[in-house]
Structures are given as C-alpha cells and as structure tokens.
C-alpha cells in the first residue's frame, strides 16, 4: 500500500511541481595570481580573459559575484547578476565586472547592462580558440541595451531544416578616464563614446535527417558619438571635436550613412562575415569555420578581388576518451587590408578615381583603437595599446600571420588539462611598418584540479612561455583558486 501512495503521489503531483516557478541563486569566487620573467605577462596568460587580468609581468586580482535566476509559467524567465572585480597592477585597482538584469521568454531576451558574452554570433570553443575578430573574450564587458536571440530558433514551416539567430544592440564605454590616465602629452583620446552592434545567422540542416549543417551570416559593430579629445604638457585635456549623438545619429549607425560634414559614413566601423560547417559522424564532431573581417565596402565584398584577411579553423570532438577530447586548429591573416594604398580622388588630379585600401584595422582616425580599457576588443595577436611603450591609443601592429594550436582533454573526473600554441609573424601596419618582421611564439600549458571531497573548488595552474620580439621573451605561471555553488531558494 505504501508503495502504491507513493506512486500515485508522485504521478500526480510531479508534473505540479515541474511547472511550478522556480528561483535559484549561484555565487562563485575566484582568485588569481602570476608573477612572470619578462617586461610583460606571457600572451596566454592575460588574453581572452574578459579583461581581468593585466599584462604586467606579475598581477593579482580577486573576482566575486552572483547570478539571481528565477523561472515563471509561460516560458518567462529573469535572470539578473553581479560581478566585482579588482586587484593589484591591472587596468583598475577595482570595478564593476558584471551587473546585468536578462528577461527571457522562450528564445527573446532583453538583456540591460555589462555582462561577459563569449564570441557571438560565430560559435568557437571558449577554452581553446585563439579569439574573435570583432568582438569576443579579449575585453571588459561594455554596458549595453540588447535584444537577441542567442541560440538557434527553428522556422515554422521548414521541418526543423532552417534556423536563425541574432542581436542588436547599443551600448557606451565606460573607459574615457583610463584613457586619460593612459595617454601621453600630446596625444589624442576619447570620452563618452557610444557603441553599437548587430548580427545574424542562419543555419541550415537537420543532422537528424542528414549529419550535415552549414551556418552564414554576418555581424557589424561601430563607436560613435563621444569627444575626441588631447591631452597637454601640464596634464590638462582640450577638446578638439565633440562628434554627433543625436537620435538620428542612432539611426546613421545603424545603417551606416554619411554624417552631416563629412565625406565618409558616420563613426567607426567594423564587422565580419561568418561562415561554419558541421560534420556528426557517429560520436565525433568535426567543424570548420571562417570569421572573414571588413572595416569599409573594400573588404565586405569582391570589389578588389578575392578575401585574402580572415581567421579560419578546424574543430575536432572526439568521442569518449580518455586524455584528449578536443583539438582545434587556426589561422589568421590580416596582412592584406585590400592593399597599401587608399585615395579618395577628392583633391588630386584624378577625381573620378577612387581606392579604398591601406584600411588600417583596429585604428580608426577619429576613434583611435579598436580597445576597451587597453585590450583589444578583437583577436588579442593583434596587441592593444597596453603594450604601447609610447602610450598612445591604437594598435600598433595589425598586420599579422599567425597559425595556431589548441588541445585539451579530461583523464578523470578530478582533472583536465589543455595546451595553447601559437606562432605569429607581425609586419605593423602600412603607415607605420616595423624596421622588420617581427615572429612571437606563445604557450601555455593548464591543469585543474577538482577534488570530490571539495564540491564547487577547483585548482588551476599554468605554465607560459613566450619567445620573440613583439612583445617579446617572457615565463610566466598562474594558480587560480575557485569557489562555486547554489541553491533553489
């Protein structure tokens, strides 16, 4: 009888209590520290890490938060967090890392503040890819207004053969005063910079049906509105130009048009073109993807021919196994940038002629560098103004070839490990090219421990070391300690 009650109980109740709101609170902690041989921090030791981390040769920092989520009927959904962050020898001593509210239903989320995104639209593998070309996990969140649709959500009427995802956002940099603080006498910076982005993709296919998908789309991003400004001799700034910011500026950046006086479109621009193809064969995965980058019409189609810029990779998932389940491969090439010539026929001779080349990426003329808070917000082989010797806002070389190496595996439930190699040859850029080539090797070698009689610690540790001439030699470790949990409220 007993055991009948309980049957009953639970097949009538439980389908109840699925559907009943549930509210849950997560916390983590996490703390780090690396002390290094070098003038700076090894590559991997600082890059793709949300802007946390510093690249001094020795940086400490502690990192606490907690995420709030609370599900209701009806496929509503409220998830709001806060992150601090602070430490010794880092672009701040202490600041707001994460402070977000997400309201979701279904699919749609509205999401207000900063919050850590990884690589969207383009999906790469977190742990191991060498980074995004336009945005990704090289920076500081910046606070923004987003409403986006992050996974893949199926269009009626296509039997699960087509899906879209994408974004759009505004948001404003929050780094005017690290740029004052930053730059030398006599060069320029900005403040109260505004910042905008948006994307789209579409998939097709249905790996249940044919173990094959093909993914496109492209995202755009852009600065504007803001004041440019210059630092002088006694430490005083003066404004040289207070760029526009009007509701109908909101408007010319989201379909970029020319601004009132000028001769090209409206702010800074940016984007990329993304391309990816799945493979299931059983338990492996195998997945090849293209982030073909642009900063005007020269790139952004064939108008000069053939894209020779962009960052490619292999993928590999295998099936269970005991010490490698993942190896990726990357290329990047940016040595291009539709060639070292740009001539808008306005006042030469030859008015009806027109080149759009020499695009300089990552530095724009009224925006500076393609930064926020010293890191790029791009691929991190493209170094941001913190390794500027001369303290100027933008990226000094953005002309790279770089091939690089990522595996990582999971012997036990305790441990996983993964390895980052990279080689890099930097050429500068055309207005300001290297006395010569210069060729970096970058490493790292992780292990993290979670012991079972510690549920929610993990211990990480990591061995780098880094070989060449920009930014130069450097070893280096790192111990992280973190904290984890939750419960349903």
């Not at 207004?145 to 974004?167: C, D, M, Q, S």
């Not at 005083?236 to 910011?245: E, F, N, Q």
């Not at 960052?311 to 291009?336: F, R």
């Not at 850029?429 to 993290?448: G, I």
């Amino acid at each position: 009888m007993k055991s009948i009650k309980a049957l009953l109980i639970t097949t009538l109740f439980t389908p109840l209590y699925a559907h009943q709101p549930v509210d849950s609170l997560k916390y983590n902690i996490e703390i780090g520290s690396t002390l290094s041989s070098g003038n700076y921090s090894p590559l991997w030791l600082t890059a793709n890490r949300f802007g946390i981390t510093g690249n001094e040769n020795k940086f400490a920092y502690m990192h606490a938060g907690a995420e709030w989520s609370k599900s209701f009927q009806k496929s509503w959904n409220i998830n709001a967090g806060l992150d601090l962050a602070g430490g010794k020898n880092l672009s701040s001593n202490f600041w707001i890392q994460q402070a977000y509210v997400d309201i979701s239903w279904k699919k749609l989320t509205l999401s207000i503040g900063s919050k850590e995104r990884t690589g969207q639209p383009l999906d790469k593998n977190e742990k191991l890819t060498s980074g995004w070309m336009v945005e990704g996990t090289n920076m500081r969140p910046i606070p923004q207004i987003r409403l986006e649709i992050k996974n893949y959500l199926y269009i009626p009427g296509t039997k699960n053969w087509v899906a879209f995802k994408g974004h759009m956002c505004y948001g404003y940099f929050t780094d005017g005063n690290w740029q004052e603080n930053f730059v030398s006498s006599g060069k320029f910076f900005t403040k109260d910079v505004l910042y905008h982005s948006k994307s789209l993709m579409i998939r097709l296919g249905n790996k249940e049906s044919l173990p094959l998908e093909f993914e496109f789309g492209m995202l755009t991003a852009a600065q504007f509105g803001g004041k440019r400004m210059i630092k002088n001799s006694d430490g005083s700034v003066s404004l040289i130009k207070d760029m526009p910011d009007s509701f109908k500026d909101f408007w010319k950046i989201f379909i970029p048009k020319r601004g009132d006086g000028l001769e090209n479109v409206q702010g800074n621009h940016c984007g990329s073109w993304n391309f990816a193809l799945n493979y299931y064969l059983g338990n492996w995965k195998f997945r090849t993807y293209l982030e073909h980058y642009f900063e005007d019409h020269s790139q952004m189609f064939w108008q000069y021919g053939r894209w020779k810029d962009g960052h490619i990779g292999i993928e590999v998932n295998l099936p269970q196994n005991k010490w490698i389940s993942t190896i990726i491969w990357e290329g990047l090439n940016t040595t291009d940038q539709t060639g070292p010539i740009l001539y808008d026929g306005i006042a030469g001779s030859f008015t009806d002629l027109q080149m759009s080349g020499c695009d300089n990426y990552y530095t724009n003329g009224e925006y500076l560098g393609w930064q926020n808070y010293g890191n790029s917000l791009g691929h991190p082989f493209l170094l941001g103004p913190t390794y500027n010797t001369d303290r100027t806002n933008e990226i000094k070389g953005c002309r790279v070839k770089a091939q690089h190496i990522g595996i990582m595996g999971k012997p036990s439930e305790v441990w996983n490990w993964r390895i980052l190699l990279s080689h890099t040859r930097n050429w500068g850029s055309y207005q300001n090219p290297f006395n010569e080539m210069k060729k970096q090797f970058s490493s790292l070698l992780e292990v993290t421990y979670l012991p079972k009689q510690l549920k929610g610690w993990s211990f990480s540790a990591s061995v780098a070391v880094d070989r060449g001439a920009y930014p130069g030699n450097s070893t280096g470790g790192m111990l992280i300690i973190k904290r984890s949990g939750g419960f349903e409220l």
